[in-house]
């Protein structure tokens, strides 16, 4: 089993939707988690930290599920610029290391 | 504030060539990654520093890749020779470092083709 597991979708969803996906993590330790947007042949750049019980910033909203170990995005009225592939990064507490999953790929269609 | 910054954007070479990439990372973050990606993956670690001192370079394949970061500040990453399997984006990342300090900063990459 990968350390960090991710449904490499696409998602196909139409404007205005609601969307969520979800990432899986093998090490019970972990205490943070990152989700990344990357963009079509660019860098990935930081969406969201989730430290505790998740958190919401503006139509984006992380959870944590430490029980399942899991965390999910959850993506409101999706817009046509939300597709990218979303990426999470969970970190190793022994060496602060993140390990990374292989992202998940969103289409927003009009 | 300035991202990272890395150069050149793109390199084409042939096997079994020299090739060097260059980072600048964020003013003030002393941990600096170098990661691959390869299309549909998520990044790889390749070497990891703080400051000066390189703390994790497992991943590293060192028969061919070496990396160094001078004064704690910009970083290299060399590989000689390159192989046919070495094409991939090679991203540099910053962070302040430590515990609540890892959100990672990417710069925008070199995309490394080996014909």
């Known amino acids: 089993r990968k350390e960090v597991e991710q449904d490499p979708g696409p998602f196909n969803v139409p404007e205005g939707a609601t969307v969520a996906f979800n990432c899986t993590y093998s090490?019970?330790?972990?205490?943070?988690f990152f989700w990344y947007r990357q963009d079509c042949r660019k860098e990935p750049k930081l969406l969201m930290s989730?430290?505790?019980?998740?958190n919401e910033d503006g139509r984006f909203t992380a959870q944590l599920n430490r029980a399942s170990q899991y965390i999910s995005l959850l993506i409101r009225d999706s817009k046509l610029s939300d597709s990218a592939t979303y990426l999470c990064?969970?970190?190793?507490?022994?060496?602060?290391?993140?390990?990374w999953g292989a992202g998940t790929k969103l289409i927003i269609k009009p | 504030e300035a991202g990272v910054v890395q150069s050149p954007r793109y390199k084409i070479i042939e096997k079994k060539q020299p090739v060097a990439f260059w980072c600048n990372p964020i003013?003030?973050?002393?941990?600096l990654y170098w990661y691959l990606q390869n299309l549909g993956q998520g990044p790889e670690l390749l070497i990891r520093?703080?400051?000066?001192?390189?703390?994790?370079d497992s991943q590293l394949p060192k028969d061919r890749f070496s990396a160094e970061r001078l004064k704690g500040v910009d970083s290299t990453l060399k590989i000689q020779p390159a192989e046919l399997g070495d094409s991939a984006v090679y991203l540099c990342?910053?962070?302040?470092?430590?515990?609540?300090?890892?959100?990672?900063?990417f710069g925008p990459g070199t995309r490394l083709t080996v014909l």
């Open positions: 990342a910053s962070s302040l470092g430590g515990p609540k300090g890892n959100t990672q900063y």
């Open positions: 003013s003030g973050h002393n941990t």
């Open positions: 520093y703080e400051n000066e001192e390189a703390v994790d």
């Open positions: 090490n019970s330790a972990s205490q943070s």
């Open positions: 989730v430290y505790s019980s998740g």
């Open positions: 990064a969970v970190e190793l507490e022994s060496n602060y290391q993140l390990i």
